[in-house]
């Protein structure tokens, strides 16, 4: 509702400026407005500022750094509102003082098939584990991000919910799970966490300090930067079974700036063929205005850049579910069926169920609302600033597959490889990953797991260390199917090797051998190096498909450590888990 002269106690020229800002501040600002304005009262009626009375643990979990973030807002509004506050990685801190925390605030993130991030790894397993205390003294709540579009939405914020509660610590406010949009209901969380605390009379409002004014991105995910595209090449032989595009953008008068090992976010638009076959199947005029957060465009414009329709959630389906008069439909939407519901998810698109289960009685409005914004999706950044300025580079492997019948289409991928050419403008932001990055000191020495587009930010790595001179040895381990039109840029590693940037590199080509030969093979063959380039404290790197790659590289270090070093399974991977406290074993998989 907009602010009226009639309605408040601002004047004409006071509300035209309210209802210019307003629209303009996201959640996060509103809150901190708020929490300002009700600070500077609080200290003009007690005419001065009020002791910190309270102390708040705020422990995140994050694997790409959301969760970092809003752990870190979260513990900048609280200190403005008189609380003493510890924000910490659930890697970094000490399980120990867990007995002495009052007052425990829990942000974490679910990746892959519902596991914990690897920074929220030790402490998630020590509170599952009998050695974890009996919390009755404990207040907690519980911010928890995820994807509905995985079957384990939000599991290890349930875990640790319902493990604290067992340990039998009480809920200062209920548990909320985030969608990929987790802005809005991040700021609910947060709010009601400072209800809670305030009649519970733990709030002392205490007056900002003036802190140096933080320069504000101009372009972020909310407003991205329109990067013209320099160069979008094929990375691939010819005869191959895959297509890696290298794609080059300018950053020219944007003001980002990023490191290596962030990741570039890409706002797609889908498939034009599936759009249409949407709007064919169900008989709509594509010129049909449709709305999504206010803003109208025509239907087909709204489908091709808006919203998701290659994946399906079972919000989705639910929400769709008054709109079919199909009996097979609803039964496949009852609580018996759960198990086959999640078999038919996997592979399927919102086509298929357009195709599969009508007639459907749905105005384009309808179907509108029930989806899911179009989400960007986001790439390991494969250049420095240093050797590119006012670029950034990307290296998208695109996905193609059968499945129900029909030729699936990754959204972003297929969008740069078939649609995005020279010229053109693509919708980007960086995305900060504090959780991959160079070791401080260049001389470390560092040694980087990459397969095939898992290799890009170590592009990045060597023009970077290349461009400070670093001292430190370095060592590439990479893979792919084919030597002869799958060795992403052969020639740069060549020159890097060459010229010393590049220390030592080593190759496995699946597809060339009778034998497939994955990176953990030349790793196992090379184990005794490795473990001596570990015992001078190199740090690891490991980048790419966590399903199968990144747990194979996982298992084969800890059987280097272990037998090189001669320690039990335990005793390697407890020197795993210290590397990963030290910052020398880092992940940036998915």
Known sequence: ??????????????????????????????????????ATESVGALQQEAPVTKEVTVLYGSQTGNAQKLAEKAGEVLKHRGFHVTVSSMLDFKPSELKKIDTLLIVVSTYGEGEPPDNALSFYEFLHSKRAPKLKHLRFSVLALGDTSYEHFCKTGKDFDKRLEELGGKRLYERIDCDVDYEEAAAKWLNGVLSELDKQGAVSVVAPQPTQAQPTALYSRKHPFEAEVLENINLNGRGSNKETRHIELSLEGSGLVFEPGDALGVFPKNDPELVDLIIQEMKWNPDTPASVEGKEEPLREVLLSRLEITVLTEQLLQSLASFSHSSDFHTLLSAEQEAKRKDYIKGRDVLDVLREFGPWEMTPGQFVSSLRKLQPRFYSIASSLLAYPEEVHITVGAVRYEAHGRLRKGVCSTFCAERLNIGDKLSVFVHQNPNFKLPKDSNTPIIMVGPGTGVAPFRAFMQEREAIGAKGKSWLFFGDQHFVT??????????????????????????????????QHRMLEHRKELFRWLEEGAAVYVCGDKQNMARDVHETLIHIISKEGNMSSEQAEAYVADMQKQKRYQRDVY
């Open 1 to 38: 509702m907009p602010f009226q002269v009639t309605n408040s106690p601002f004047n004409e020229e006071q509300v035209e400026l309210l209802n210019r800002l307003w629209p303009t501040l996201n959640p996060a600002q509103k809150l901190w407005l708020s929490g300002y304005l009700a």
């Open 486 to 519: 799958d060795f992403l840029y052969q020639t740069e590693w060549q020159t890097w090797l060459k010229n010393g940037v590049l220390t030592k590199m080593d190759v496995a080509f699946s597809r060339d051998t009778k034998e497939k030969v994955y990176v």
